[in-house]
Structure formats: C-alpha cells, structure tokens
C-alpha cells in the first residue's frame, strides 16, 4: 500500500531562517510520482512541484528546492530565507503511474503547518 | 472558467439532512476527484472520475455518500443523512485525462458544518 509520513506536524521560525520540510514515502511501485502543495490560510490548494522516480536530480526553484533520494525513500522541502508569505500548511503527495484504468490518485501526508515569525 | 469551482463555499447543516456539493472542473479536464479534509488533518481520497464513469470509488465512507457526473463536466457529491462527523471540507481536483501523471488542480473546497 502506498503511504506518506510528514512527521513533523508544526515548525515555527523567524523570518530569514532556513527550513526543511520532511516527507518519506512507501510503495511498491517501480515508476511513481511526488508532489508538494501548499495550502495557504485561504485554503486553496497551490502546486509546487511534481518528480517522478527516475529523475532524482535535485531542483532549485527560487528560494525552493527539493531533495529527492529513492535509498531512503524522501523527498524533503527546504525554504531558504523564509518569509511571511512562506506561512502555510504543506502536504506532500505519492501518485501511481499507471496506464490502463488506473487512477493515479494522489495520497496526500497529514501536512506539516509552517509558521514564519517577522 | 479558469480554475476549479466549487459550490457552495459554506455549508451549514442539521444532522440528518441531505446535502448537494458541486465542482465544475477545469474545461477539458476528464479526471475528476474528490477529497475530504477534516479539520487539522491531510485529504482523503473520496472517489475519481475519468469522463462520465467512476472506476474508483473505494474512498467514499459509507453508502450514504455517492457521486455522479455528467456531460464530462459538472461532478456533484451528494451526502444522505449527515452526521457531525461528516463536518468537513470537501475539495474538488481535475487533471487532463491522459497521462493521468500531472498536477492535480483544485477548487477552493466547499466547508460543510453539521450541527
């Protein structure tokens, strides 16, 4: 069964800190994808990034970046000099991806809320 | 529309009484689905869509909830009955329907409070 631990459930930090946001996943799927949303206060969900499992680069978006690593199954999320705006819950996602009648649908983690200090 | 939308926005209820949520996805989109978010928590899966048919609906809690869609459009989740416990946020996503590999794209949700 595919699964996604956000262990942490709340991080507070004041503005300009570093955070690293931690997801680990399980499945038995060989090809899968991963995602990051962000859910700010307005509650609408806002994508960040999709990766699939062949492609273990790791990707700098900006203040973003992420780190995928398949040998301990996670895929973690570090804002570098957060900000206010940065204030939200983030919940990481596991997909399927398989052809044929099969769903993909995204099992979410339980989210980790992020609170940015001024 | 651009985005994903969801009606009603708030939904305020007695236990016991049937409610009606709609999503009306992005144009083009054929997957559909749905997710459930209780308070503090992350988002369940509730059932998908690919056009007008619903080949998982493993999601939905009890028989008391069902979904339909039609016109390849327009999804509406029904819940029969309330209970407190269905006191929720009920988000609406769609993708393109092939490859069924990128973002989901989602509503801002229809909050639903069961008293």
């Known amino acids: 069964a595919q699964k996604v631990t956000q262990a942490q459930t709340e991080i507070s930090v004041v503005e300009k800190e570093d955070v690293t946001l931690d997801c680990v996943y399980e499945?038995?799927?060989?090809?899968?994808?991963l995602f990051w949303y962000k859910q700010p206060p307005s509650g609408e969900l806002v994508f960040l990034i999709r990766r699939n499992s062949f492609d273990e680069q790791n990707e700098i978006s900006g203040r973003y970046s992420w780190n995928f690593q398949k040998s301990t199954s996670s895929f973690n999320f570090t804002i570098t000099a957060s900000q206010v705006v940065d204030s939200a819950v983030y919940f990481c996602?596991?997909?399927?991806?398989?052809?044929?009648?099969?769903?993909?649908?995204?099992?979410f983690g339980t989210g980790t809320l992020l609170a940015v200090q001024p | 529309g651009a985005g994903v939308s969801q009606s009603p926005s708030n939904k305020v209820t007695e236990k016991g009484k049937d409610v009606e949520l709609r999503c009306d996805p992005i144009?083009?989109?054929?997957?559909l689905y749905w997710y459930r978010q209780r308070l503090g928590q992350g988002l369940e899966f509730l059932i998908y869509?690919?056009?007008?048919?619903?080949?998982?609906k493993s999601g939905l809690p009890s028989d008391r909830f069902s979904a339909e869609r039609t016109g390849e459009s327009v999804s509406t989740l029904t819940i029969q009955r309330t209970q407190q416990e269905d006191s929720a946020v009920y988000l609406c996503?769609?993708?393109?329907?092939?490859?069924?590999?990128?973002?989901?794209?989602f509503g801002e949700g229809s909050r639903l409070t069961v008293l």
């Open positions: 144009s083009g989109h054929t997957a």
């Open positions: 499945t038995r799927d060989t090809t899968y994808y």
């Open positions: 869509f690919q056009g007008n048919s619903a080949p998982d």
């Open positions: 996503a769609s993708r393109t329907g092939f490859p069924l590999t990128g973002e989901l794209f």
């Open positions: 996602a596991l997909s399927e991806a398989g052809y044929g009648g099969a769903t993909n649908k995204l099992i």
